[in-house]
């Protein structure tokens, strides 16, 4: 593409930096980098979908008494499983105080008691460091306090604008996207001097998930397919403990639960993660999963129990969200067991940033979920994503607004506009049908290789989909990612952390590094020293 040509949509559609998401990366981003630049910010559905709202837990930092960013440090390394980057995870704890303070100042309300940040104890975290809202709705407190701010800062917001391709000019530099309006169809584009990605993760691919409907992987695909490295897609977290009840939503029943004294137990009444682990309700997330996978699959059971009788009556109180989502399904935390399974919920991997963010496409920045800054290594630590994306959000923004050049924006020609349909034919349901499917059973839990090529193989059938409508176009995105997904886990031959191989379940020295995956390029292992 031509970037001297004439730009299509006039200066109305041209900006200093594009930030596409609205989740907690994004909105963040677009709050640092409003006071020096012309910004928009771009979602696909409305202000607030995305995975950051239903966080419950909260957002871990060293900011309590008793604590330090070196007992942190060492509690995010230790559940990396040997593949965090460590000048990653020092920038993550060290800056994590400052960016709670900003998140204050900026209106957060956390939970506090007599004047003092109130702070949650969780599985692998030695220390109670985890600051809350609303109880067990710090996703929402944040999102909404974000939400407001932002549209008081001069941010030009396009809601229901979904970004379908990077375009990248003749010298290779990211200089803005395409993007189809979700609910006419018609296509469009904007043009940026630097394009922040923080689109978020895709752990909705999976048949039984934790996550909305957004969370599709939109952002790996989009990245990857403009010229970005991509690693460490074969990690993906499954959460231990979702609501496992017939036709109800896998809601997450959080960590900070069994932080608080609840137990996991199995038909029998007895607690099993004690024997996978000394720690067991608070070991890591990986070995929580992995122990009731394998109990689930041991006894044929669909379910074991968390049982929250231990936290007394005041559970409610404390757990607000938790206690009215299972009422809904008539289950009263005070009194009854809650059923759970583990449940698809985040994606470690994603777009190669570097500590501000940078991509390997210039031009083009991630943060969030989408991005693989490395702090999270194979798995990561309860409550550590909400302040990736505040730290990385943050610095991205920073660093996208020094790339900016003296010269204007650059400009680009669109191709005609199109009017999309909305709607797509059965053929197309049927292959997401089948890929939710196919991901759940093939790249779940516990892998094995024929699953994984399946799996693979529905994903390749998915993404030749040539179907001219949003849901297609949204087909061969998710499909993109979810080959990726199952061509790296096929590749990583070791159990690690979250990626578990039934035919390999150990771990192994060859694997210690980051599987990393270019289009043109292919694919590599960066050893780590
Ligand atoms: C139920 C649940 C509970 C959680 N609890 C916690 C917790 O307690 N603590 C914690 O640290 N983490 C928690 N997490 C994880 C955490 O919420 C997420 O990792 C984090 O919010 C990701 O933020 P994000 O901004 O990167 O992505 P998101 O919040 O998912 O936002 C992504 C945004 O990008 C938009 N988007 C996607 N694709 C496109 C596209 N093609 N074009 C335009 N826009 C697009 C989406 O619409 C959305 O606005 C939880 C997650 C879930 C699902």
Redesign the pocket.
């Known amino acids: 593409m031509n970037a001297q040509a004439a730009h299509a949509g006039g200066r109305g559609n041209q900006f200093d930096v594009l930030v596409?998401?609205?989740?907690?990366?994004?909105?963040y981003a677009a709050l640092t980098a409003a006071p020096r630049a012309r910004v928009a910010l771009?979602?696909?559905?409305a202000?607030d979908?995305?995975?950051?709202?239903?966080?419950?837990?909260?957002?871990?930092a060293a900011v309590g008494a008793g604590d330090s960013v070196e007992l942190h440090y060492r509690d995010t390394i230790d559940a990396g499983r040997g593949l965090c980057h460590p000048d990653a995870v020092r920038v993550l704890v060290e800056e994590g105080g400052a960016r709670v303070r900003e998140l204050l100042d900026w209106g957060v309300t956390f939970d506090t008691q007599d004047g003092e940040l109130l702070l949650a104890r969780e599985a692998a975290h030695s220390r109670a460091r985890?600051v809350?809202a609303r109880g067990d709705g710090?996703?929402l407190e944040i999102?909404s306090a974000l939400i407001s701010r932002v549209r008081r800062s001069g941010v030009t917001i396009k809601e229901h604008?979904?970004?379908?391709r990077l375009v990248v000019d003749d010298g290779g530099r990211c200089i803005g996207v395409e993007?189809v309006d979700t609910q006419l169809g018609t296509t469009g584009c904007v043009a940026a001097g630097a394009v922040v990605l923080?689109?978020?993760?895709a752990?909705r691919l999976w048949r039984n998930s934790?996550?909305?409907e957004?969370?599709?992987g939109?952002?790996v695909a989009?990245a990857y397919d403009a010229g970005a490295e991509v690693r460490g897609l074969e990690f993906v977290q499954f959460?231990p403990t979702a609501l496992a009840l017939e036709g109800a939503p896998r809601?997450?029943i959080?960590e900070?639960v069994r932080g608080e004294g609840a137990l996991i137990v199995n038909e029998r009444g007895k607690r099993f993660v004690l024997d996978a682990h000394p720690a067991g309700e608070l070991a890591g997330r990986d070995v929580v999963a992995r122990a009731i996978w394998e109990e689930l699959q041991r006894t044929g059971a669909p379910c074991v129990y968390i049982d929250c009788r231990p936290l007394g009556p005041t559970a409610p109180l404390r757990f607000p969200a938790i206690a009215h989502a299972c009422v809904q399904f008539g289950i009263d935390i005070t009194r009854d067991l809650v059923p759970v399974a583990p449940a698809a919920?985040?994606m470690i991997g994603g777009v190669s940033a570097d500590l501000d963010g940078a991509t390997t496409l210039p031009g083009l920045f991630a943060?969030?979920?989408?991005a693989s800054s490395g702090v999270h290594g194979a798995n990561r630590l309860?409550?550590?994503?909400?302040?990736?994306?505040a730290v990385f959000?943050h610095r991205a923004a920073g660093a996208a607004i020094n790339s900016l050049g003296e010269a204007e924006p650059p400009r680009f020609a669109a191709g005609a506009a199109e009017r999309l349909p909305l709607r797509g034919s059965a053929e197309v349901r049927r292959l997401w049908s089948d890929l939710h499917d196919s991901l759940w059973s093939g790249a779940g839990v516990v892998r094995k290789p024929g699953g994984l090529r399946l799996a693979l193989a529905t994903a390749t059938a998915a993404a030749g989909c040539a179907e001219p409508s949003l849901p297609a176009v949204r087909l061969r995105?998710a499909a993109r990612t979810a080959g990726l997904v199952c061509s790296a886990a096929l590749a990583r031959e070791e159990s690690r952390g979250c990626h578990l191989r039934s035919d390999l379940p150990q771990s192994s020295d060859q694997w210690h590094g980051d599987y990393v995956m270019h289009k043109e390029r292919g694919a590599r292992l960066d050893r780590h020293l």
Do not use: W
């Open positions: 596409v998401g609205s989740g907690i990366a994004g909105l771009l979602t696909k559905g202000l979908d995305g995975c950051s709202r239903y966080a419950q837990g909260g957002m871990a985890i809350h710090t996703g999102e604008t979904e970004v379908v993007t923080a689109s978020g993760g752990s934790t996550n909305p957004s969370a599709t939109d952002g989009l959460h809601f997450l959080s900070a919920h985040y943060c969030g979920e989408v309860a409550s550590n994503s909400l302040l990736e994306s959000a995105a």
